[in-house]
């Protein structure tokens, strides 16, 4: 039986998959002290692109901090064989350990992924645990930066800890945002809670994330950048990491604010203790947007954003390299 056929048969069956984590006590712990940070965030971009290598480029212009992914980090189907040309080759001095054949890796740890239905196409997703060694039990975990509380997410329907608004990944979550002491907390995952993409919304992913305490929630998935604002929270959608596949966007659902698909890029964030500052950012290093949020009393900045045009219907996708497998 193919092994394509062999999954579906097992999750028709109510299987899933048995995946090895770290003991509690051997768990790792980060909790960087700063007074700023900075950050950038690549969505669905690990297939050894020139599209990957332009927003890569781009990333490593700015000396961020950490880099954070927003899943599909290893296309076509998480393999072992493909793990480090469409990762390391691009990011590997944000790596450590780092084992590949991309030079020497980074002193210490400054990229934290979160899993994509690519990554999740090994089903016990090994390649992806044995490459990286991340906090927590590593597919959702949580970490500290500067004035930044952060929490990886696993939005896909494999996750042995569900996806629920009631699973036990989410009681983590609501547990772990409450006790949060930090000046800002930022969520990020795979599948979009609210999108106007090709892919659209995620309604299991609908999660009380504001009321729960969240400042911003990051996701990609659907191939384009939009910015929601909605329920009293900060959605954003960035799928444009290096996938040369761009989606189209539909109808703007609730909230929508700006939505862009006429390049790639990616996310540029800053942030201290008041201020923090967003901005989606093309290969062509134009600001497509920007969004600042000010803690209360704090200063508001007098910067506008740059604007961009309409966006233009995406390119026609490459067949020969998408036909095979579904984004």
Not at 137 to 149: A, K, M, Q
Not at 227 to 239: F, P, Q, S, W
Not at 273 to 297: C, H, M, N, W
Not at 311 to 326: H, L, S
């Amino acid at each position: 039986m193919p092994r394509h056929a062999a999954l579906v048969a097992l999750l028709l069956l109510g299987c899933r998959p048995t995946i090895a984590e770290p003991p509690p006590e051997q768990r790792l712990v980060v909790d960087r002290p700063a007074e700023t940070v900075s950050f950038a965030v690549i969505g669905d971009f690990g297939l050894d692109s020139p599209e990957e290598a332009a927003v890569a480029t781009l990333v490593h212009g700015w000396s961020p901090d950490v880099v954070l992914t927003l899943g599909d980090n290893n296309y076509p189907n998480g393999a072992s064989s493909t793990i480090d040309a469409n990762i390391g080759k691009h990011y590997a001095s944000f790596i450590a350990p780092y084992r590949g054949d991309f030079g020497p890796g980074g002193d210490e740890n400054r990229f934290f992924p979160t899993l994509g239905n690519h990554d999740w196409r090994t089903w016990n997703i090994a390649p992806y645990l044995d490459y990286f060694e991340l906090p927590g039990n590593e597919r959702y975990y949580d970490f500290v930066w500067g004035p930044v509380h952060f929490f990886a997410l696993d939005s896909d329907s494999s996750e042995p800890d569900g996806t629920e608004a009631d699973s036990t990944q989410a009681t983590w979550l609501r547990k772990t945002l409450a006790a949060s002491t930090a000046a800002w907390r930022v969520v990020y995952m795979h599948h979009p809670p609210h999108s106007s993409g090709d892919h659209g919304s995620t309604r299991r992913m609908q999660w009380p994330f504001a009321r729960w305490g969240a400042d911003v929630i990051m996701a990609g998935h659907d191939h384009h950048y939009e910015r929601i604002e909605r329920d009293d929270a900060l959605y954003i959608v960035n799928g444009l990491g290096g996938n040369p596949k761009r989606y189209g966007v539909g109808n703007p659902v609730e909230g929508s604010q700006v939505s862009y698909n006429d390049a790639h890029g990616a996310l540029r964030v800053r942030a201290d203790a008041t201020t923090l500052s967003i901005e989606f950012v093309d290969t062509e290093g134009t600001v497509v947007d920007r969004v600042v949020r000010q803690k209360p009393g704090a200063e508001a900045p007098t910067q506008k954003p740059k604007q961009k045009p309409d966006p233009k219907p995406p390119e026609a996708p490459r067949a020969a390299d998408f036909e095979a497998y579904e984004d």
